[in-house]
């Protein structure tokens, strides 16, 4: 089985269009989108239009909220040991939400809706063989790593500006930060 390096992350759901889109680029207009069905046909979606990435979308439960790729994680070790994948056309509404209930029993069954946990099952069959779903994430460690990374906040540097006041006293000593 074929496994790229893509990961969740660069995956997204763009409201109004079928299917999942894996980001190539970012435009001055929006995100350049390939479609990940069989066609992989680009495109570039606007900035208005609503776009969810797979790694932030999270389902509701009874205790806190569960990461989609935890799901991901459970579907992809049934489907290994033999079980089935959940397929839209044969599910009725009670077979689809015992189907989810041997994945995660404890979610909100007033707040996960059918429609959702069959858009899961169909996302899960159109990453299968694409992405790696029991791969480590690597984090960054401590947050201030992570500001430096998004900012490059540059540390605080004495500047020497010698300027001659009128009375020829040299004054010096600046502080600046610089952001990049």
């Known amino acids: 089985m074929f496994l790229c390096k893509m990961e969740l992350k660069d995956v997204v759901s763009v409201a109004g269009k079928p299917g999942l889109h894996k980001i190539i680029g970012k ?52 489907d290994k040991a033999g079980n089935y994948v959940l397929l839209a056309k044969d599910a009725s509404g009670e077979g689809i939400k015992k189907w989810f209930e041997v994945l995660l029993p404890n979610f909100d069954k007033e707040r996960v809706y059918n429609s959702d946990i069959q858009k899961m099952s169909n996302w899960y069959t159109l990453l299968r063989g694409k992405i790696d779903f029991n791969a480590k994430i690597e984090e960054t460690e401590g947050t201030d790593k992570v500001v430096a990374k998004s900012k490059t906040i540059k540390p605080i540097k004495k500047v020497e500006a010698k300027a001659k006041t009128s009375k020829g006293v040299t004054k010096t000593t600046m502080t600046s930060r610089k952001m990049s």
């Open 27 to 78: 435009g001055a207009n929006g995100l350049v989108l390939e479609a990940l069905d069989h066609t992989a046909k680009r495109s570039i979606t606007p900035l208005s239009q609503k776009v969810s990435i797979l790694e932030d979308i999270s389902v509701y439960t009874v205790d806190a909220d569960i990461k989609l790729s935890e799901i991901f994680k459970t579907i992809d070790t049934l």
